[in-house]
């Protein structure tokens, strides 16, 4: 029987995930590096990755930038040629970003082997150990998230003059955002309109 004590097992849990958070950063900034990019590009690129197709604005709210940031961030991976706006299929009014193919084929290749490692350990363990954990990880994320919250209301304001280009810049990027989703609509009405005046010619020539 072990004699390690509770306080003990607490200890050591709590030393381990910080080591784990340590080791995940060690992780993301290998990443970094082979994509050349910085943390919070990689970080946009790991939502698109896992989370699929996302506009700008849920991208924002995901990673806590505003659309001025989020629009400076979408154009460097789209110069890197990591990221591309792509129209939504379910309407084309709306722009969404998407990573890239060959995007998608490195970050298999760096992330998807510690993947496949992860599942095959947690494979090890009987249901019900797996239902302790996740609901361990779950409650962990929502500790996470309230207190990067609470952490965050606690940043100094900032000044006037940077409030104010601050919102000159999110205008302009929401402006940008709107131009490309007037241009994918007006797009597909070109294409329609095409269409359409094929489908008269046609019948002009069977009549």
Same mark, same amino acid.
Do not use: W
């Given at each position: ?21 340590? =080791?995940?950063? %060690? ?15 990689? #970080?946009?690129? *790991?939502?698109?990755?896992?989370? *699929? ?23 460097? !991976? ?6 591309? #706006? !792509?129209?939504?299929?379910?309407? #084309? ?5 998407? @990573?890239?193919?060959? =995007? ?7 992330? *998807?082997?510690?993947?496949?490692? *992860? ?13 302790? @954990? &996740? ?5 962990? @994320? ?8 609470? @952490? ?14 601050? =919102?000159?810049?999110?205008? /302009?990027?929401? %402006?940008?955002? +709107? /131009? ?5 609509? %007006?797009?597909?009405? /070109? ?5 359409? +005046?094929?489908?008269?010619?046609? &019948?002009? #020539?069977?009549?």
């Amino acid at each position: 029987m072990s004699n390690e004590s509770r306080d003990d097992l607490v200890g050591q849990i709590g030393r381990a995930i910080t080591e784990f958070q340590e =080791a995940t950063n %060690a992780v993301d900034d290998a990443g970094s590096q082979v994509f050349g990019l910085n943390r919070t590009d990689l #970080r946009c690129m *790991g939502l698109l990755f896992t989370r *699929g197709p996302l506009t700008a604005g849920q991208l924002a709210e995901a990673t806590d930038l505003s659309p001025g940031a989020m629009t400076t961030v979408l154009d460097r !991976l789209e110069r890197a040629g990591l990221a591309h #706006r !792509l129209a939504d299929p379910d309407d #084309r009014r709306r722009v969404l970003v998407d @990573i890239t193919p060959d =995007a998608r084929d490195q970050g298999e290749r760096l992330y *998807g082997p510690i993947r496949d490692e *992860g599942v095959a350990r947690l494979l090890r363990y009987s249901d019900q150990e797996l239902r302790l @954990i &996740r609901d361990f990880v779950r409650a962990g @994320i929502e500790l996470q998230e309230r207190h990067a919250a609470r @952490i965050r209301a606690l940043a100094p304001p900032q000044d006037v003059r940077t409030v104010v280009r601050n =919102a000159a810049r999110d205008v /302009k990027a929401v %402006a940008k955002e +709107a /131009k490309a989703d007037v241009k994918a609509a %007006a797009k597909e009405a /070109k294409a329609a309109a095409k269409q359409a +005046a094929r489908s008269v010619s046609v &019948r002009s #020539r069977r009549t």
